[in-house]
């Protein structure tokens, strides 16, 4: 089996957009984690999020890959875009669905969750 | 954790800049902070926010901050 960090990158590198939260889509345990998730939504996204709560080992790997402190994290295309706030404001002016449409061309909107093993 | 001390660390770190801290909760540790500054004139957000996350590192990595609002403007 592959390493949590391995299968952190894998996730970041191969999903079109990647968003990491506490909580699942269905049931969101942060509010940050919604406001992400409702901003993408709007914008049309293929939405795959990462529960970080099952392991807290999951943020700390995450955290020390991306470089970012906080949860949510929005990657597009393996590019971190930034967390709730920047997510929200990209959504709100427009741009963020103009950068999903241009970095994945034609896509569906869905929402899948993808569960990370963790030993 | 109180407003002034975040709002000291980001004077450090934005010098001269407008900044504006609200403790969402009342609680010390959910925090609003809005910034506008010439440091972030010409950058993408995810560059701006992420100078605020580097000047409230110590905070953030320690939980004293346990949730960071951010709202970044440049002067130009």
Do not use: Y
Not at chain 1, 61 to 75: G, K, N, R, Y
Request: aromatic share 4%; proline share 6%.
């Amino acid at each position: 089996m592959s390493t949590l960090q391995e299968q952190i990158k894998q996730v970041i590198d191969t999903e079109p957009v990647a968003v990491f939260i506490k909580g699942t889509p269905e049931a969101p345990a942060c509010g940050n984690s919604m406001r992400a998730l409702q901003a993408l939504w709007q914008s049309g996204a293929p939405i795959a999020a990462i529960d970080v709560l099952p392991d807290p080992r999951i943020r700390q790997e995450l955290t020390a890959l991306s470089e970012w402190p906080t949860i949510p994290q929005v990657f597009v295309k393996g590019e971190l875009i930034g967390g709730a706030d920047i997510t929200e404001e990209l959504n709100a002016s427009g741009e963020l669905r103009v950068k999903i449409d241009e970095a994945l061309g034609e896509h569906t909107q869905t929402v899948r969750t993808i569960a990370l093993a963790v030993d | 954790m109180a407003t002034n001390v975040i709002r000291d660390l980001l004077d450090q770190s934005f010098p001269g800049g407008e900044i504006d801290v609200e403790d969402r909760t009342g609680g010390g540790d959910h925090f609003q902070v809005t910034i506008v500054s010439d440091a972030f004139n010409g950058l993408p957000l995810i560059q701006q926010h992420k100078l605020v996350n580097a000047a409230l590192a110590a905070p953030l990595a320690d939980g004293t901050i346990h949730e960071l609002r951010i709202r970044t403007k440049g002067t130009a």
